[in-house]
């Protein structure tokens, strides 16, 4: 018992209550059975000074505590102290996960399995858990209650009352063809039952998890092997991925969608939860018993598909995802080891690698057997063609074939269902919809619908092999408008032109809406560092040909209309602005349809987005093609391998670190270099410091690279994509997968966070501790580390009497350059696994409201556990001019920003304002911002006022959509912080 | 015994107190606003109180506070005072403004700074980009600009050089010759404040008669009529005040007079009483009713009824 405390005997006893309830009761010990056999497994727990230390060991059906922990341990849980065993033992699922955040717990080793303990526990606290969260809810919902218990009535019919006051447009754009009414003013969604119906289903169907796809594909696995196949011989990877997801198109069920005129789903369920074993399902392990009980953003799950998930797919997967190949391959790395922490940066890539387009326009002009006759000519061409590229260049062929099959599958699917239709009108439809699939993707698109359909099947299928996370559509109004214009063409009076019109809107919504029929699976843990996402399917309008012209065309507004009418979250749409060639009615009517929705589309600066991919000397009519990615990132579409989510930086734990010498405050961690101790007066000047914060940050850079580099590896191992492959310039000729570099440009992209706090620290330190001398640093660090507890005069100094990051100084802007220059040179100087090089964004997705409860007070005042300014955006308290902060920001330097940014806004209509003033006042903030050179902007048009009333009475607000920081989210689905973050934004009038 | 206009003006350089930029609500478009400190009425409502004094003053602002008392240990002439409600006990205060230096928060501020006419416009350029996409401008208010007639020329004509799109906020009592003479022509409109008709009401609520005011009006009015700078005449609507039915009747009947077609209702609000605190001024509107609450919609529905012949700005 040397070194053992008193809570060291509890742990014991607790767990052999586990191991008793495993052994002697049958259907407890039934949880252990997997395919067939026995899932072992070791499980340590203790805490950092070993004061407990406990071991429990399930083998062959049997489970056994030990008094310590075995070398061969699966996965230890480390607890900072004896206290925490005892928090610990009272926690409920969810603060057990926020003490996990807060490292107050830590793991090593294989998460899977952790994953697995915790659906053991949940087996055995079943119904105390359910209490449990019954009580979280009711609790939560009465807080909310009497927190804003005014109902405001006159609030709610604001969303209302903007649409109502819709404006009329002029047909100024070359592009435009057929709209005399470009606004399309004379219609709303009482125009189009079928999708009033459809937004209705959307926001009161409880998404589901499916088990379709991860069953078929395991069944496939279990039965040919994955690493080597049935007669012992190494896979060649991309060719079992395609002949799994052959398997998987050819026998998934082949839905149509009540009263839909677009064929297929993503999953069976009405809105589906797509599981990714590969990458980061079985991070939901724990969770399938509670899942739908959770607070927030609960998912339905049968019975019988959380017992196939636990038996019989989990088990396949514990060790053959991204991260634990990295784990077993690299022996848990140190690079792995701070992202498991998740203080000082979130890998995007252990859940995919999927942000990127897909070449589109190809498809619909060939169709897939048009892309395969190519595949057959490159092989015949390059007779010298090596073993790998044969093989790559047939996988992809297979799962063109496969998609043929499911389309084929779909258009019987449509055909029997026109047999049995009793209405004539849907008849009509299915019919339509029969011939359709039996003609696309195989064959070229030649109509509206049949371009709408051939995409979303690809879509679709695309979603069957890549994680839906980030995975974007791209510039659909530039690929449609050809179809479009075919079908207008045809059109022979004007009757049949106006419905031609009506159906053309009818179309792109039903497209919006089936992009709706998934989402991704968010384990409750990123329901804090995320929450409210959806798969960020970004689709961008507008902005100039690859030849330069302007680009705005009809289908530009019927995107628009469409996206007004629905106001939805996904796909996330975007519009690009180019002030030389765009008209400003084009923009004016994004900034009315920002006014109706609230929060969308975000509005991005064409020239600056270019200007800033300079450096890498793309041809001008693939730069002129781009599309923005996941939140807002450019990629170049259908020829560009560019993960522009790899990871999300936080550069505040940088900063941390430099006031602690290489110490993370949080993590109690030694981790960085040794740059000096503010404490013992190491920093004579500001350039010091400057230097020291870095160091910092080049280690987490180089170790966030190294990460993502290995995860790379791991992708073109387990899961390379030939579908995605075919799909993209750059493999036909290459002969390699795009997981492997085969695009033909390759970049991955940083989400840097917390430029605004940064910058004011380091203002702050700069002019209060160096230049002015009014306080000494070690002072300064006092109060920091006390969260100025002590000292509210020195707070009340930092915070009112030092110029920040968007108040017009000039100061404050060369230093937030400063820093994001070093951020990008640091990223440009790592090539990832794919050959290609890193790019720099400033947008922060929600991870600045996560961060922030991960990091303690600054020396700019901001206080421990509040979120950072999300993206980029200046601090509240930094001007009461908006002006000001448009200006600053527009004046960082594009060249450091080649991942994008987010430039969020808050403005508040003026209820004296009339609808079009309101419209002109944001055209006029966007367009000067543009003209400053500004990069991208998001309005959120709501007023604080109103997300209070939210917060208290969600039901009312369903629909209320917000901009977080790259994306869209409807705000009752957000967390807690989230929600106040929003709310405490700087708002202002217009 | 009327309203004596104040002489031709004074020269030398204002105090400025405030330049606000991104302002909606004075004029089109995106609007850069420059406050005067100084103004010849003294109406009880005044909703800018900081600007009524020609010289600068000191403001405190509780909110503000740190609580950190290092402005009591600075004050050499011990005025400040934190046991009184208003901390600075201005009869000591001898504005030497050394607290404002000290104070941390920014709680204690100098209202009223001495700005050039080159630095006025230099603050203005950073805006020029909002002003061309929104036709916006730049907006004298105050306080009175006319006050200081010589300063507000050589403004004006600055920012007119630069393109800028002008409007000048006035209470109307000015010397009209110098006006027309060195401020008018630098202008694109007048925005004419208008309170009480009555001379005798408006002595009383403003501090002086309105002869003056209403002869500038009906000049102006005249000459913007005849093809001349644009006036539009501004009410602020004063529950009991200036918002009365007989009041409100009587200026409707004076710009049917003058040829107006539009006017402005500014509607009333409550702010400026904690403005008022904060330079340590008493409240002359203290225990009337609804003065310190917003107008109620239906009241300002009322006094919109009056002036159903005009268009509303």
């Known amino acids: ?457 690809l879509w679709l299928s695309l979603h069957m092999e890549s994680t839906n996370a980030g995975l974007s559509l791209g510039r659909m109004d530039q690929w449609f408008q050809p179809y479009y214009e075919a079908d207008m063409a045809a059109c022979a009076t004007p009757e049949e032109t106006e419905e031609c019109i009506r159906r053309a809107i009818e179309l792109v919504g039903c497209f919006y809406m089936r992009c709706t029929d998934h989402l991704p699976l968010i384990p409750d843990i990123g329901n804090y560092l995320f929450g409210g996402s959806s798969s960020d399917q970004a689709i961008t309008l507008g902005g100039t040909t690859p030849d330069g012209r302007d680009a705005v065309c009809d289908m530009t507004y019927i995107f628009l209309k469409v996206t007004e009418m629905l106001n939805i979250r996904d796909p996330n749409v975007n519009a690009r602005f180019n002030p030389e060639v765009n008209s400003d ?164 992209g940083s989400a840097c966070i917390g430029l605004a706090d940064v910058t004011d620290s380091l203002m702050v330190v700069k002019k209060l501790v160096f230049d002015e001398k009014k306080v000494s640093f070690s002072d300064l660090k006092r109060a920091v580390d006390t969260n100025f507890a002590d000292d509210p005069a020195l707070h009340a100094r930092v915070t009112r009497k030092v110029p920040l990051f968007g108040s017009g100084d000039e100061e404050a802007v060369a230093v937030a350059n400063r820093v994001a220059a070093f951020a990008h040179d640091a990223f440009r100087a790592h090539d990832n696994f794919r050959g290609g090089p890193y790019t720099a964004g400033f947008w922060s997705m929600s991870n600045h409201v996560a961060f922030g409860t991960l990091t303690g007070a600054l020396p700019s005042g901001r206080l421990a556990g509040k979120p950072f300014t999300p993206g980029l955006t200046p601090e509240p308290n930094a001007s009461k001019n908006l002006l000001d902060n448009i200006r600053d920001v527009a004046r960082l330097d594009p060249h450091s920003m080649n991942n994008n940014i987010a430039f969020n806004v808050k403005v508040v209509p003026s209820g004296s304002d009339s609808h079009e003033q309101v419209v002109d006042h944001m055209f006029s903030y966007v367009k000067t911002y543009f003209e400053l050179g500004g990069m991208q902007m998001q309005m959120n048009v709501v007023t604080s006022d109103m997300l209070r009333d939210a917060m208290a009475h969600p039901e009312e607000y369903r629909n209320l959509l917000v901009r977080i920081s790259g994306y869209n989210a409807y705000f009752v689905t957000l967390n807690r912080d989230m929600q106040l973050e929003l709310i405490e934004r700087a708002e202002y009038g217009i | 015994m009327g309203d004596a206009p104040p002489a031709a003006g004074r020269t030398g350089t204002p105090l400025i107190l405030e330049i606000k930029g991104n302002s909606l609500d004075d004029g089109p478009g995106i609007r850069t606003v420059v406050f005067f400190k100084g103004c010849p009425l003294s109406c009880a409502w005044c909703h800018n109180p900081e600007s009524k004094k020609v010289g600068p003053e000191l403001s405190f602002d509780p909110r503000e506070c740190a609580g950190c008392g290092l402005c009591i240990e600075t004050c050499p002439r011990g005025a400040i005072d934190d046991s009184i409600e208003a901390h600075v006990d201005r009869s000591r205060c001898d504005l030497c403004f050394e607290c404002v230096e000290t104070c941390p928060s920014g709680a204690l501020s100098r209202v009223g700074r001495e700005m050039s006419v080159g630095e006025v416009a230099a603050v203005v350029e950073k805006d020029l980009p909002f002003f061309r996409t929104s036709g916006g401008g730049v907006t004298l208010s105050g306080g009175e600009p006319t006050l200081f007639m010589d300063y507000c020329s050589r403004l004006l004509a600055r920012l007119k050089e630069m393109g800028v799109h002008t409007i000048l906020e006035t209470c109307g009592l000015f010397d009209a010759d110098a006006f027309v003479r060195t401020v008018l022509p630098h202008l694109d409109a007048v925005y004419f404040d208008l309170k009480l008709y009555d001379p005798a009401e408006h002595r009383r609520w403003c501090g002086t008669g309105n002869e003056t005011v209403l002869a500038n009006f009906a000049e102006l009015m005249r000459a913007g009529l005849e093809g001349g700078v644009e006036v539009l005449p501004r009410i602020p609507l004063i529950p009991g005040i200036t918002a009365t039915d007989e009041n409100l009747e009587a200026l409707a009947e004076l710009l049917r007079g003058a040829g107006a077609e539009r006017v402005a209702l500014l509607e009333y609000n409550p702010l400026w009483l904690e403005k008022t605190a904060k330079v340590g001024g008493r409240n002359p509107l203290a225990g009337r009713d609804a003065s310190d609450r917003w107008m109620e919609r239906s009241d300002v529905e009322r006094c919109r009824a009056a002036f159903e012949a005009f268009e509303l700005a």
């Open chain 1, 1 to 457: 018992m040397s070194g053992k405390s008193v809570t060291n005997l509890v742990g014991s006893a607790v767990l052999r209550a586990m191991s008793a309830s495993f052994n002697y009761r049958g259907s407890v010990r039934e949880q252990m059975r997997s395919n067939g056999s026995w899932t072992d497994m070791t499980v340590g727990i203790r805490t950092e000074n070993r004061s407990v230390e406990q071991g429990i060991r399930f083998r062959d059906g049997k489970a056994k505590v030990m008094g310590r922990i075995p070398a061969d341990v699966d996965v230890t849980m480390i607890l900072a102290d004896d206290a925490v065993v005892w928090d610990l033992l009272k926690a409920t699922p969810n603060e057990t996960l926020l003490m996990l955040l807060r490292s107050k717990i830590r793991l090593e080793g294989n998460l899977s399995y952790m994953n697995l303990m915790n659906y053991y526990i949940s087996v055995l606290l079943a119904g105390q858990n359910t209490k449990r969260n019954a009580r979280i809810k009711a609790a939560d919902a009465e807080r909310r209650r009497a927190e804003a218990p005014s109902v405001q009535k006159a609030l709610r019919g604001e969303m209302a009352r903007r649409l109502a006051e819709r404006m009329a447009g002029e047909k100024v754009d070359p592009g435009v063809g057929y709209l005399e009414d470009p606004y399309l003013s004379g219609y709303d969604i009482s125009d189009f039952p079928r999708l009033k119906r459809f937004v209705d289903v959307h926001f009161t169907t409880r998404p589901e998890i499916c088990g379709e796809r991860p069953g078929l594909l395991t069944d496939w696995f279990q039965a040919n092997g994955f690493e080597t196949d049935a007669d012992g011989n190494p896979w060649f990877p991309p060719t079992r991925q395609a002949l799994a997801f052959k398997y998987l198109m050819e026998n998934r069920e082949p839905f149509i969608r009540k009263d839909d005129l677009v064929a297929g789903t993503t999953t069976t369920k009405e809105i589906g939860v797509v599981v990714y074993p590969d990458t980061h399902g079985t991070m939901i392990w724990g969770e399938l018993g509670s899942v739908s009980d959770r607070l927030l953003n609960p998912y339905d799950i049968s019975e019988a598909t959380a017992k196939t998930f636990h038996h019989n797919i989990f088990p396949f997967w514990t060790r053959r995802n991204m991260r634990e190949w990295v784990r077993e391959k690299y022996d848990q790395p140190l690079c792995q080891k701070l992202d498991e922490r998740f203080a000082v940066y979130f890998m995007w890539k252990t859940a995919a690698l999927s942000h990127t387009i897909a070449d589109f326009p190809r498809m619909m002009r060939l169709g897939t057997n048009g892309m395969i006759e190519e595949i057959d000519a490159e092989l015949a061409r390059d007779e010298g063609a090596s073993v790998e590229k044969r093989e790559t260049l047939q996988a992809m062929r297979i799962c063109l074939e496969a998609v043929n099959a499911y389309a084929r599958r779909l258009s019987e699917k449509a055909a029997s269902e026109a047999a049995s239709e009793p209405d004539p009108g849907r008849r009509k439809e299915l019919e339509r919809m029969a011939e359709i699939c039996s003609k696309v993707p195989a064959g070229p698109c030649d109509t509206l619908d049949e371009a709408v359909n051939a995409c979303w099947i």
């Open chain 1, 585 to 748: 009615a084009y923009l004016k009517r994004l900034c009315e349809v920002n006014l109706i929705t609230c929060a969308t589309p975000s509005l991005h600066n064409d020239l600056a987005v270019m200007e800033s991919l300079e450096e890498f000397d793309y041809p001008v009519e693939e730069l002129r093609d781009w599309s923005a990615t996941g939140c807002v990132e450019p990629t170049l579409s259908g020829r560009h391998m560019g993960h522009t989510n790899c990871m999300m930086m936080n550069m505040v734990a940088a900063l941390e670190m430099a006031m602690n010498d290489g110490r993370h405050p949080l993590m109690n961690w030694e981790v960085g270099p040794r740059t000096g101790r503010v404490e013992d007066g190491d920093f004579e000047n500001f350039e010091e410091f400057f230097d020291a914060f870095t160091t910092q940050f080049q280690f987490l850079i180089d170790n966030s690279v190294e990460y993502n580099n290995l995860l790379g590896e791991a992708h073109s191992v387990l899961r390379p994509t030939p579908l995605l492959s075919s799909m993209i310039e750059g493999p036909l000729p290459s002969g390699r997968d795009v997981t492997l570099g085969g695009a033909k440009h390759n970049t991955s």
